[in-house]
């Protein structure tokens, strides 16, 4: 006989105010971004060099933006396509969910490129500050996640699955948890270090690479146990779309990483 643990009723509405109801995910967007504003101003006048407060204000509005329209239209670029451009009015209730971490991080650092350019600032310094605060706001969605009972994982017998209401009646991973504590704790945890550790610092783009590397495995491994949408199924045998997208990812990573800066040139020309 399996036995499952009994997944708690939570209502996905935070706040009800007459006919205005702010459910949790909204929320996590907005407690992530706040909370990501505020971390990068923490690293930008003490851990980050070339970037200041100021340039921390300015990205949390066009950060924002990035996230929203990004996420969303890597949703309907990468997940549903053909359904979107079917329905196009479609893509703009947003309201009732889908949105792509892949197609959002795209979003951010359309912006940051573009900021970077326009104020004169180092791109790989920006970003490194901005990577680091992302776990804040991927634990919080998904832990909303599993508030609403969605994106849960696949059929499973051990002794923590759990039956979701959308799942059908076979226990389940709790997936979005494992994401939680992969995307989120440990990465964040990892992430802090390293912004603390002057070598690493005074390469700029390292601490972004550590995180593309660190969130596209995380990603790849807790997709082994989140069921893949019924939509779209695997890619390829075994492959879903949450773990196509994040090689790229990695690799982008990795050359961040391992790529050896520039020397210095000294001063004086050439004879």
């Not at 326009?118 to 832990?143: E, N, T, Y």
């Not at 979005?176 to 690493?200: C, D, M, P, S």
């Amino acid at each position: 006989m399996t036995f499952a643990l009994a997944f708690p009723t939570i209502d996905p509405v935070a706040v009800e105010i007459g006919p205005v109801a702010i459910r949790w995910y909204a929320l996590s967007y907005v407690v992530g971004l706040l909370l990501g504003w505020q971390y990068v101003r923490y690293l930008a006048g003490n851990c980050v060099d070339g970037m200041t407060k100021r340039h921390a204000d300015d990205l949390l509005v066009m950060g924002t933006l990035g996230v929203v329209v990004g996420g969303r239209l890597g949703y309907v670029l990468f997940y549903q396509p053909g359904y979107y451009f079917e329905n196009p009015g479609e893509i703009f209730v947003v309201w009732q969910g889908g949105m792509s971490f892949h197609g959002g991080a795209l979003g951010v650092l359309v912006v940051v490129v573009l900021y970077t350019r326009i104020m004169k600032i180092s791109l790989l310094s920006v970003a490194d500050a901005v990577c680091a605060q992302v776990p804040i706001g991927l634990f919080l969605g998904r832990m909303a996640n599993f508030v609403n009972g969605e994106l849960y994982g696949r059929a499973s017998d051990v002794s923590w699955a759990m039956v979701f209401p959308a799942g059908g009646p076979e226990p389940r991973h709790p997936s979005q948890l494992y994401e939680a504590v992969l995307e989120g704790i440990v990465l964040f945890a990892i992430l802090a270090v390293a912004v603390h550790t002057k070598r690493i610092v005074q390469r700029p783009g390292t601490i972004a690479g550590i995180f593309f590397v660190g969130y596209g495995v995380a990603r790849i491994i807790a997709e082994l146990f989140r069921e893949p949408d019924a939509f779209l199924g695997f890619i390829l045998p075994g492959l879903t779309m949450g773990q196509l997208l994040s090689l790229p990812m990695i690799v982008l990573g990795l050359f961040l990483i391992l790529r050896i800066p520039p020397v210095p040139r000294l001063g004086g020309r050439a004879g």
